[in-house]
């Protein structure tokens, strides 16, 4: 099967915290009711739209896929390791704690056994737009179920304010919510289990309230010191490119690149890469063939394609993500002139 960037098209989710327009990313969505809180970009329901497995569902096609397409430290994986989404809070999703690996593999191995270590990426944010992300200094299990019983478990979390272009690293055990008035993009571990302790007594359609997972939360929930929140990327400018690597730890790397000539990329025989262009319009080059992207697309590159190009036809921006080996991504920081003090504040081994 000959290595080919592929589309991949995206599935809306609606939910009652969505948005009803979906700006910057989908103008062409507006009105939208119910809300869309979602799209996921690599679900397994997720169909090929372009390269050899046009037409087939990402979830169907993994399984098929060569190391050449999957890469070597990905070979083994049952599912794509990385799931992609955008996100559009209207409201608050639920505040909420996911477990990691080892937690999911004893108790969760029904819903796929892995845990959820999560990035997000701020696309846009109205003014006074925050996340809170981790505990304040203090907080024990005891005061934790106090303030979920007395409505007042926001003042427990970390409020971070946030603008367009900020991320920020939520690992598993960390407590989180989203707010509201933000478009984003998450990049995940591939799953989707999720541990709800507060759910601001919202009611659905039918007037019953989303059940909580309180004693399943409590039980890895990260109290005492937290690795979570903001994240101070490491940049290296040119006149005409701007790379920022967002963050780095053992399930992604995410990095983000801002461009308005051709530049060029080479993937690695390890891990296949996603391209999740944010903004802009072009051309995706490669061995003798091109294929167009577009603002708001979710393209698969195989691990093993080599050199590829991108020309714009409009500045664009994309987050490049992939599955790393972090003793080579540090090789790589330093080889370009990165002190360790500067590239270690954003890798989490």
Partial sequence: MQPAPSRLEPIFDRRLWGM???????????????????????????????GP??????????????????????????????????????????????????????????RGGRGKTEMWHMVSARAGAEMLVGLR??????????????GTLESLLEHIP???????????????????GVALCEIQEQS?????????????ADGRERPLQIERALAVIRFGEQSGGRIVPV????????????????????????????????????SFELLIFLSGAGTIEWGGHAEEYARAQAWMLPAALGPFRLVPRETSSLLRAYVP??????????????????WARMVFP
Wanted: proline share 8%; charged share 25%; with cysteine.
């Fill in 162 to 180: 946030v603008r367009a272009g900020d991320s920020v690293f939520v690992p598993a055990g960390t407590v989180h919510t989203i707010g509201a």
């Fill in 20 to 50: 009803r327009n979906l700006d910057p990313l989908f103008p062409e969505l507006h009105d939208q009711d119910p809300p869309i809180a979602e799209a996921w970009l690599t679900g397994e329901q997720c169909a090929f739209t372009s």
């Fill in 192 to 204: 989707d289990i999720t541990y709800r302790v507060y759910d601001y007594k919202r009611k659905d």
């Fill in 325 to 342: 080996n972090l003793d080579e991504l540090a090789r790589q920081l330093t080889d370009r002139g990165i002190p360790a003090a500067e």
């Fill in 235 to 270: 940049r290296i400018a040119s006149k005409h490119l701007m790379e920022s690597w967002l963050v780095a730890c053992r399930y992604f790397a995410v990095e983000k690149w801002d461009f308005d000539v051709r530049i060029g990329g080479v993937t690695s025989t390890q």
């Fill in 53 to 110: 497995y046009a037409g087939r569902k990402l979830g169907e096609a993994w399984p098929d896929m060569p190391v050449e397409w999957k890469g070597s430290r990905c070979l083994a994986d049952p599912q794509i390791p990385l799931l992609a989404k955008f996100l559009f809070p209207g409201d608050k999703p639920s505040i909420q704690v996911h477990p990691d690996d080892a937690y999911a593999a004893k108790h969760e191995a029904a």
């Fill in 137 to 150: 200094p203090g907080v024990s299990p005891e005061t934790f179920r106090g303030a979920i019983g007395d």
